[in-house]
């Protein structure tokens, strides 16, 4: 029976560390993710700051994402009050700063 007892605890004490190992590393990712995200953007307003516009394609070449990110990132800016978008929908909108 006490055989039987150290197995169970053996065996919680080593999906406990792997849960622990798990949430560490998550935390690392989305801590690296968040400073990705805020060079990014970066990279656009520094780009905004020498150029008079820019449009969903330049964000996309500027920093290697897609373009589903690229939009992200511009609604993000402009929900911050940093740029103004011009144009509704499609290849003429573009992009300048506030």
């Given at each position: 029976?006490?055989?039987?007892?150290?197995?169970?605890?053996?065996?919680?004490?080593?999906?406990?560390?792997?849960?622990?190992?798990?949430?560490?590393?998550?935390?690392?990712?989305?801590?690296?993710?968040?400073?990705?995200?805020?060079?990014?953007?970066?990279?656009?307003?520094?780009?905004?700051?020498?150029?008079?516009?820019?449009?969903?394609?330049?964000?996309?070449?500027?920093?290697?994402?897609?373009?589903?990110?690229?939009?992200?990132?511009?609604?993000?800016?402009?929900?911050?009050?940093?740029?103004?978008?011009?144009?509704?929908?499609?290849?003429?909108?573009?992009?300048t700063l506030k």
């Open positions: 029976m006490n055989y039987l007892i150290l197995i169970i605890m053996g065996g919680l004490g080593v999906w406990l560390g792997f849960v622990l190992a798990q949430r560490s590393r998550s935390g690392n990712l989305i801590a690296s993710q968040s400073k990705a995200k805020a060079t990014n953007k970066e990279k656009i307003l520094e780009f905004l700051g020498e150029n008079e516009k820019i449009t969903n394609n330049n964000v996309e070449k500027l920093t290697d994402m897609s373009n589903a990110t690229a939009e992200r990132y511009l609604n993000d800016l402009e929900k911050e009050g940093k740029i103004t978008q011009h144009g509704k929908i499609g290849q003429g909108v573009f992009y």
